[in-house]
């Protein structure tokens, strides 16, 4: 029977089907970090339990950690407690432990990717919402909450219910200036915020082909965006080229066995899926979100929507988002005033985003009104973007460049919104919040896009901004 590669995972890591319709999947790769971890740790120790497979077990500091001035202790007592509770935690269990000190810290679903720990055909779990990310590789990545990091702390186990599959395919080549994260924000406008319950989402035609890994990682990070429990993109030759020599890969011939197993789980032809979408990739265009969900975008050239013109049910959801971020129905999303510009987060802070971002300020300088950083997503990518000099570009511009984390996307560290502040932002949430004032706005778009607005001061289409956008 042609199947799947969620079927082929799935049935590769089931240890039995529960009483109760769900599975107990075995979980090849633990990710951990400061946040959700400590209170799992708790509740183990509280039950007398231990790890059961620390070297399966992986852990990072991401979320609490300063950008900028990293120094121990930190000056926020909180987020000084956690990383110490994660640091106690790892020693006691045996647990690797990528910290700041190693050179390889960094946001979670940038570190195991670029350490060669995320690899096809794995299940994987992680006490955070954008898990999905890891998917890109062909994996099989959850999002998970306390109690079940506590679970697979425990048994290496997670209980899932059943999944059906959609296959979305994006068909044709992309126009220039339109990246990954305009077709993943296109994808979660037309299918919605909810479309995705109970269902992985296998992304998969021309123009996901022709992705680079860092891409294919912005397509499914934001899976969780539209609903869906999981996203995934088949292993292909560019799955396996990026693999190649990365740290925790197998080496030499055994990393062509690898290979050779990876590409067989790939969906078989004739596989049937429960959904299927189909969209033209060459019509999609520059996105920004204007609302208060990341199904709330336009193209750059659109206008906002009336209410009135939508169907009776959806209006309310318009009418509290343009009176949240303080837009009127009607005028052009081009030309929208930004007061900070933020490139970062799991979705977009790898070193491919930030040369797109680079070559939109090359020689140009960040709007007076606005305030403007670039946070790595991992010390590997700071340290790559510095070889190449990207560092000079931001600094000359005027943004700020800071050490890797979170930073700005979630607001669980210093680097936050203020009062009514608007923010051009790279990250995936635009919740009302999120970036750390309760009346901050987000904008969500592409890190070129970020970028061509810090400098603009504005929101501007990156494809008539000049720098070759
Ligand atoms: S960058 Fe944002 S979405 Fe990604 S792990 Fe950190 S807080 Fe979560």
Redesign the pocket.
């Known amino acids: 029977m042609p199947s799947t590669l969620l079927q082929k995972v799935w049935d590769a890591h089931a240890v039995r089907k529960l009483p109760n319709g769900q599975t107990q999947l075995f979980v090849g790769l633990h990710l951990i970090h400061e946040v959700t971890s400590p209170q799992a740790f708790d509740m183990l120790r509280a039950r007398g339990g231990t790890v059961m497979f620390p070297e399966r077990t992986m852990a990072t500091v ?2 609490i950690v300063p950008t900028k001035d990293q120094r121990r202790p930190f000056l926020d007592v909180m987020a000084e407690d956690m990383l110490a509770a994660l640091e106690r935690n790892c020693r006691a269990a045996g647990i690797r432990m990528f910290d700041l000190g190693s050179g390889a810290q960094g ?3 940038v570190v195991g990717p670029e350490l060669g720990l995320t690899q096809p055909g794995m299940t994987i779990a992680c006490g ?3 898990t999905s990310t890891h998917g890109a590789f062909g994996a099989m990545a959850f999002g998970i909450g306390t109690s079940q990091v506590r679970d697979v702390l425990a048994s290496q186990c997670l209980a899932m219910d059943p999944l059906k599959v959609r296959r979305i395919r994006v068909s044709g080549r992309l126009a220039r200036g339109v990246y990954a994260k305009d077709v993943i924000l296109e994808i979660i406008r037309r299918l919605g915020v909810h479309a995705g319950a109970g269902y992985a989402y296998e992304y998969g035609g021309e123009a996901i082909d022709r992705m680079s890994m860092d891409e294919r990682m912005t397509i499914c990070n934001m899976s969780i965006e539209g609903g869906a429990r999981a996203g995934y993109v088949n292993p292909d030759d560019t799955t396996v080229a990026y693999l190649r020599g990365r740290r925790f890969v197998p080496q030499g011939d055994e990393f062509d066995r690898a290979a050779e197993w990876w590409l067989s789980l790939a969906s078989d032809p004739g596989a049937t899926y429960d959904d299927d979408v189909e969209i033209d990739g060459s019509g999609v265009r520059p996105t920004v979100t204007w609302g208060i969900n990341p199904g709330q975008s336009v193209y750059v050239d659109e206008r906002l929507p009336h209410a009135e013109a939508l169907p009776g049910p959806d209006r309310p959801a318009v009418e509290e988002a343009l009176a949240f971020m303080g837009l009127r129905a009607g005028e052009p999303i081009a030309g929208t005033r930004i007061d900070v510009a933020f490139v970062g ?2 979705t977009n802070a790898r070193l491919s985003d930030l040369r797109e971002a680079a070559r939109m300020v090359r020689g140009r300088r960040v709007a007076g009104t606005v305030r403007a950083l670039v946070v790595p997503g991992s010390q590997a990518v700071r340290d790559a973007a510095e070889r190449e000099g990207l560092h000079q570009v931001f600094l000359d511009a005027g943004f700020e460049w800071r050490g890797a984390g ?1 930073s700005m ?2 607001a669980m560290n210093q680097d936050r919104l203020e009062g009514r502040e608007i923010c051009a932002s790279s ?2 949430r635009n919740f009302k919040g999120r970036q750390g004032s309760p009346t901050g706005r987000t904008l969500l778009m592409s890190p070129a896009m970020v970028a061509a607005a810090a400098v603009a001061g504005e929101v501007v289409d990156v494809r008539t901004f000049g720098n070759g956008g």
């Open positions: 991401d979320h946001i979670v679903h955070d919402s954008h987060s799991c979170c996307c979630l990250s995936n």
